[in-house]
């Protein structure tokens, strides 16, 4: 009994109360609502899946930013417009929700800003942040390495102290849209790794990929689309200005940014394109069966279910918390839902994926099957999470 009493007790830790949206909201979602529709109607693109990886357009990322959708959350004397974190939330859900082209910006967006503001300088706020909130300055993450999958704590760059700065010399990899990107947040060693501490002579350093000594290595996907990149350091001179937070305090300045990165609904709407056009599609066939209408009821309460949990997410953070379990446990419920979909997809329509389709229901059916593998991976494998969640509730 001692441990079911711990796991109750926990509970109310892992999952933040619900939150909803004030109803001023409802005139913001009506207006981002009606430029997509603009914006499709005019062709500017096309609705596909998994558009935070796949959907890079700069010059839709600019027109976000003309209109005060990019860096809701920074404060108006770095660039942005000081809305919160339900503005923001809004704004995000309805890009996804339409298969917008939103990677370019995406991560810097996401998560680099928020990070910027908690643990960064007051010089590089102010170099990064205006940047950021025009749409016009993009990130990525260095995290993983190569054989280090989602143990974080192995990895294996380094950054040495010489004059004036460090050097680093290392490799990450599944670096999304580096090739196109300004500058990514790195972890790497300070200090040599200590097996009682293995989290301990971490830091973070802020690295502008067009420094001598980077290299950026394609890593196509199935498709042949250019999505991921492997990055190597060869001596790479960092200036001390740019040592991101506290020396030696990288793996929770980490911990902080995956609340970021595994909580929104990205991590469930990645597929929600093609439950739209699904439906669609089975509406056009005719007579639909009772089971099919009982799978397409189930998947579209699931969907309310994460909705609820991930907003409950945005409230946390916006009050300046940073709820890690509960982001873990929204990753993982919330990518093996969008594999639901594909698999749904799969099932209960006729249409054949189309890789080659220019729109419609084949061409995002063709989407997903090829990203799906990926979605229970990136942002952490659902394994680690589960063990990670398991425990936050005492469970382990």
């Known amino acids: 009994m001692a441990g079911a009493s711990t796991t109750l007790t926990r ?3 892992l999952v933040p109360e ?3 949206l004030p109803g001023h909201l409802a005139e913001l979602r009506a207006e981002v609502r009606s430029f997509l529709d603009a914006e499709r109607a005019a062709g500017a693109w096309t609705p596909r899946a998994d558009v935070w990886l796949s959907g890079w357009d700069e010059g839709f990322s600019r027109r976000l930013g003309e209109r005060g959708w990019l860096g809701m959350t920074i404060p108006t004397e770095y660039g942005g417009h000081g809305r919160s974190a339900l503005d923001r939330y809004v704004v995000t859900e309805e890009l996804l929700a339409a298969g917008a082209p ?3 910006h995406w991560v810097a967006d996401r998560q680099i800003g928020p990070s910027l503001l908690r643990h960064g300088t007051e010089e590089q706020r102010r170099a990064f942040l205006p940047g950021i909130a025009r749409g016009e300055v993009f990130f990525g993450i260095g995290m993983s390495e190569p054989d280090s999958g989602s143990d974080l704590a192995s990895v294996r760059t380094r950054a040495d102290r010489v004059d004036g700065g460090w050097e680093l010399s290392g490799t990450k990899v599944w670096t999304s849209g580096a090739h196109h990107a300004h500058a990514f947040f790195a972890l790497v060693r300070t200090a040599p790794k200590d097996e009682k501490n293995r989290h301990a002579g971490l830091s973070q350093f802020l690295v502008e990929l067009d420094r001598p000594g980077v290299e950026i290595r394609p890593i196509p996907l199935l498709t042949g689309a250019h999505h991921f990149n492997e990055v190597v350091f060869d001596r790479v001179f960092i200036p ?3 040592v991101f937070g506290e020396l ?3 793996w929770a300045q980490v911990t902080g940014e995956l609340a970021f990165e595994r909580s929104g609904p990205e991590r469930f709407l990645s597929t929600y394109p093609l439950l739209s056009a699904l439906v669609g599609e089975l509406v056009a066939a005719g007579d639909v069966d009772a089971g099919t209408r009982r799978r397409i009821g189930s998947l579209v309460s699931r969907v309310w279910t994460l909705r609820r949990m991930s907003l409950a997410i945005a409230g946390a953070l916006e009050s300046g918390q940073a709820p890690e379990l509960a982001a873990a446990l929204v990753k993982d419920l919330g ?3 969008e ?9 209960l329509c006729d249409t054949p994926p189309d890789p080659a389709a220019e729109g419609g229901f084949a061409r995002l059916l063709a989407d997903a099957v090829l990203h799906a593998p990926g ?3 990136r942002g952490g494998t659902n394994e680690v999470l589960r063990g990670i969640v398991a425990r936050g509730m005492g469970l382990r």
């Open 248 to 250: 030696g305090n990288g």
């Open 335 to 337: 990518t093996r839902f």
């Open 375 to 377: 979605f229970t991976l």
């Open 11 to 13: 509970l109310p830790e």
């Open 102 to 104: 939103v990677a370019a």
């Open 18 to 20: 619900p939150v909803e």
């Open 240 to 242: 001390d200005e740019r």
């Open 339 to 347: 594999n639901e979909i594909v698999d749904a997809a799969r099932l």
